[in-house]
């Protein structure tokens, strides 16, 4: 084959499509062996896929002595550890719940993320075990945390104790009509109580919050 002249190499060097630094920094998941490497280097979003895709191989006790041996090593900076810390924590929440709680607790030390908390801590109080959430967050100091440890324990107080309904005023002078129920909508099915597309009764109890129904 004739070898083609400078010129020529040159302009297909020039009208040749360059590989972007993030492909030759981020290769296909495919491709990767080296995990340690690719939780090091890749993009943040691409964090969470790769866990899964190791996850997919290997038990769940394996994936977890892996990550927690990455977090000790001292050439990830903070903050890509507390990424790898949420969505290594997420993975293992969506499979078994006992096994996130352990694994926060024990990499705790290492990397700690306050979303991963609040996860963890919404589907203890989801599951009834409201007291453990609360204690999960008790040592958060970001305000979400803490705003999310109070709507706990007033939910936990509330189930536990009851509605204080002494803190309505109380209406007097009220005769029930017979015959006559109120009805407090919130919503009902085939209607709306919020949006453009509403009728003549959904309407109507935007603007009373009440509607009175006759021969309910």
């Known amino acids: 084959m004739k070898k083609k002249a400078k010129r020529e190499r040159i302009l297909d060097i020039i009208t040749s499509t360059p590989v972007s630094n993030s492909s030759r920094e981020n290769p296909s998941i495919d491709h990767i062996q080296d995990l340690d490497y690719a ?4 993009d943040f979003e691409r964090i969470g896929p790769l866990l899964t895709q190791y996850l997919a191989g290997h038990d769940l ?10 977090l000790n090593s001292r050439k990830i900076e903070i903050r890509r550890k507390r990424e790898i ?26 990397a700690s993320d306050a979303r991963l908390l609040r996860r963890l801590a919404v589907e203890l109080e989801r599951i009834g075990r409201s007291e ?49 129920v109120l009805y407090h909508i919130h919503a009902s099915i085939d209607y709306t109580t919020a949006g453009d597309l509403c009728n003549q009764r959904c309407c109507y109890s935007r603007k009373i919050q ?6 309910i």
């Open 210 to 215: 009440t509607l009175i129904f006759h021969g």
């Open 39 to 42: 939780l090091r280097t890749v």
């Open 132 to 180: 453990d959430g609360i204690s999960l967050l008790s040592s958060a100091t970001e305000q979400t945390s803490q705003r999310l440890r109070h709507s706990i324990e007033k939910r936990l107080d509330w189930r536990l104790n009851g509605y204080d309904l002494n803190v309505l005023e109380p209406v007097e002078n009220y005769q029930p009509v017979q015959g006559r």
């Open 85 to 110: 810390v949420f969505q290594a924590g997420s993975i293992l929440l969506d499979c078994n719940l006992e096994h996130a709680l352990t694994f926060s607790s024990n990499v705790a030390n290492l």
């Open 61 to 70: 006790s394996t994936f977890t002595n892996k990550v927690t041996a990455l």
